[in-house]
Nanobody, 122 residues
C-alpha cells in the first residue's frame, strides 16, 4: 500500500480558494488512481474527486463540479485538489485516497491519508 500525507487545509472566506496537496510514498505512485473525499461534522464521508493513474480521466461529485480540479504530478508523487468558489458547505476534513483500480478510488479505496481540515467562513 501507499502512504499518504495531506496538507494545505486552513481557514478561508466564502468565495475564496485553497489548494490541497497529498504526498505519497513509494515508487509505485504512478500506478495508483488517486482521489479526495471529505467528511463534515455529523455527516458521512463523501466522495469529492478522482483521477486515473495516467491523469487522463477525472471524475467529480456533482457538488464540486466546475469549482474543484484534481491533478497529479508523478515526478513529485503528489496529487492536488484546487478548490475555488468555496462555500461554508465545503467545510470538512478532506482525505486523500489511493487505489490501483479507478472504480475503487470512487467507492472504497484501499489507502487513506490522515485528513486535513478545511473551514470556510461566511
Amino acid at each position: 500500500q501507499v502512504q499518504l500525507v495531506e496538507s494545505g487545509g486552513g481557514l478561508v472566506q466564502a468565495g475564496g480558494s485553497l489548494r490541497l496537496s497529498c504526498a505519497a510514498s513509494g515508487r509505485t505512485f504512478s500506478t495508483y488512481a488517486m482521489g479526495w473525499f471529505r467528511q463534515a461534522p455529523v455527516k458521512e464521508r463523501e466522495f469529492v474527486a478522482a483521477i486515473s493513474w495516467s491523469g487522463g480521466r477525472t471524475y467529480y461529485a456533482d457538488s464540486v463540479k466546475g469549482r474543484f480540479t484534481i491533478s497529479r504530478d508523478d515526478a513529485k508523487n503528489t496529487v492536488y485538489l484546487q478548490m475555488n468558489s468555496l462555500t461554508p458547505e465545503d467545510t470538512a476534513v478532506y482525505y486523500c485516497a489511493a487505489d490501483q483500480i479507478f472504480s475503487r478510488v470512487v467507492t472504497g479505496p484501499g489507502s487513506w491519508g490522515q485528513g486535513t481540515q478545511v473551514t470556510v467562513s461566511s
